[in-house]
């Protein structure tokens, strides 16, 4: 074979190898993330989950609302996460302490008075990073390559709206915002029709999803679907780490009330349901649809109204998650904690 026939093929081969490889590294890279979150004990699971996948998902920082508890109790709360899941090179900004408009709800009855069921809460060692979250969202979306980061929202969605009402050409950074929010099928947690997360402050919801990002929904409609039980809370305790503990100890506290009040066999984790779709879609299925948020007062005070069959004929806004494997998600969650101290 001649020698430049030999060359051009080991050229070649070294072409492809290199393409490969790069690939590979994209195919690796992890998602840049933001978390915006109330804690909250699924909040807290979420976090400890999240953090505890820092091949998957690089957190660039942990932005804070009041939604669940007070803004000051979930700030604490969510650098406790950082801490427990020893993290906390992750900067935790506060955002905001009340809705764009409605008057302040919390969910003590549900998450305790300092947010957290379950675990004891102390003062983290590390204090909040200077500045507001608000103020971050702006000045980081507003920076960053265009579609690059993503927003994982876990409690109402005011620091994301007030950035959008001030900055509104932020929305280029924006890759996509995972919102663990409303409900169709299942019914609501805080009325007959509506989640708390956007009952909460449906205005904000209307901002977002008026901003034309692209959304994913994780409504009730799923996360009632991905329920512990006797088994899987003993797998989580079977690993027999802090993490575990914490985890084991807050969510055998925090699932008794849904259980009670819906009949459920066992409880759902809501919020670390929008980590897991982050790491594993595949998890999860749902379908494009046209989504809006009720925001008039009086009963359907927010509701999300999910046209699933596709009834109105309008423009598909949302990703709405309908369903997902539950021992898949109780799998991989333990097999993040198990990471963890």
């Known amino acids: 074979m001649p020698e430049r026939v030999q060359k051009a093929k080991r050229l070649l081969r070294g072409l492809v190898l290199m393409s490969a490889l790069s690939s590979t590294a994209v195919l690796a890279a992890p998602r840049d993330l933001i978390i915006d979150t109330d804690p909250g004990a699924d909040d807290v699971v979420a976090l400890l989950f999240a953090l505890a996948s820092p091949e998957e998902l690089k957190v660039r920082a942990i932005t804070t609302v009041a939604g669940n508890v007070r803004l000051d109790k979930t700030s604490c709360n969510a650098r406790l996460a950082r801490e427990w899941a020893g ?19 919390y969910a003590e009855n549900i998450h305790g008075e300092e947010g957290l069921p379950g675990v004891a809460v102390h003062e983290p060692k590390k204090g909040l990073a200077q500045g507001s979250a608000v103020q971050y969202l702006i000045d980081t979306l507003g920076g960053a390559e265009p579609n690059s980061i993503t927003l994982a929202m876990l409690g109402p969605q005011t620091n994301l709206a007030l950035a959008l009402i001030q900055a509104p050409q932020i929305v280029k950074g924006i890759k996509e915002v995972v919102v663990m929010g409303g409900a169709h099928f299942n019914g609501g947690n805080i009325t007959p029709v509506a989640e708390f997360n956007l009952y909460a402050d449906p205005q904000a919801a209307e901002v977002v999803l008026r901003s034309g990002v692209k959304l994913t929904y994780l409504p009730l409609d799923v996360t009632h679907k991905v329920l512990t039980s006797e088994a899987r809370l003993k797998q989580i305790r079977g690993l027999n780490n802090h993490a575990s503990k914490l985890v084991g100890d807050i969510l055998d506290a925090y699932v008794k009330g849904d259980m009670a009040h819906y009949g459920l066999p066992g409880g759902p984790v809501h919020d670390a349901s929008v980590i897991a779709y982050l790491l594993k879609p595949e998890l999860f299925s749902g379908r494009q649809i046209h989504m809006s948020v009720d925001s008039r007062e009086g009963p359907t005070f927010g509701q999300t109204i999910a046209d699933w069959y596709g009834t109105l004929e309008l423009p598909a806004n949302v990703m ?5 494997d539950a021992q898949g998600f109780f799998d991989l969650l333990s097999e993040r904690l198990a990471r963890l101290q």
């Open 320 to 324: 709405w998650i309908e369903s997902g």
């Open 87 to 105: 993290r906390e090179e992750v900067p935790v900004y506060a955002g905001a302490p009340t809705p764009l408009v409605r008057t302040p709800i």
